[in-house]
């Protein structure tokens, strides 16, 4: 069986990845705009709570599913030994998935605890519980995508966007602490500057 064109592919995946972000941003805009203001949140403990609430939300119904969709498949198949290479296409899938949300989890989980570090009212909270949904949604979207085809995994790119943007919002924060708008400017050119090299080398 001739494997499928990879460059199609990404085509196909490039296309999927612009209506996902499209969707998430009318979902993510409707949620800021309809969420009630948070109380409370004049101090840094009480946003660090929130953001705490929203990292466990997002560990248990993305991670954590994650973790028991490769355990109970081994618990009931030829792959209860992972040594013994028993692994059905779903299980290569499911194992991708959880890999590829851990390490998303970790952008996303440092940048939402800096951005509840800098949102000072409980209106600009709203931001991190909407965040928090969206990226949840788009991790689903990924998982289910990517059963589908390659791809298709590429409905769920928002939420490495969410977590990529929210990082780069609060690394330039810390850049404006350290230097005013010119340290904020150079911190996030550094990182562009990075993302070209890694771009041009991997061509």
């Known amino acids: 069986m001739a494997e499928p064109d990879w460059r199609q592919e990404r085509k196909s995946g490039m296309l999927v990845i612009a209506a996902s972000i499209a969707i998430s941003g009318i979902i993510w805009i409707a949620l800021w705009r309809l969420l009630p203001p948070l109380v409370g949140m004049e101090t840094v403990g009480a946003r660090m709570l929130v953001a705490l609430k929203c990292v466990a939300f997002a560990t248990l119904f993305c991670f954590v599913a994650g973790i028991e969709s490769v355990a109970h498949e081994r618990l009931q198949s030829n792959a209860f030994d992972p040594l013994l290479g028993h692994e059905t296409k779903r299980l290569r899938i499911n194992l991708r998935y959880l890999q590829n949300t851990l390490e998303q989890l970790t952008v996303f989980a440092v940048g939402l605890f800096g951005l509840a570090a800098y949102l000072d009212s409980g ?3 709203r931001i991190v519980v909407a965040s928090t949904i969206v990226w949840i949604l788009n991790r689903f979207a990924f ?14 790119a928002p939420s490495m966007l969410i ?6 919002y609060v690394v330039a924060r810390i850049g404006g602490d350290i230097g005013g708008t010119a340290g904020g400017v150079i911190a996030i050119a550094l990182f562009l500057a990075l993302e070209a090299v890694l771009f041009l080398k991997t061509r």
Not at 143 to 156: C, D, Q
Not at 163 to 168: N, R, S
């Open 143 to 156: 998982w289910i995508g990517y059963h589908r085809s390659a791809a298709m995994r590429g409905l769920g």
């Open 123 to 125: 209106s600009a909270m």
């Open 163 to 168: 977590g990529l943007m929210t990082l780069l």
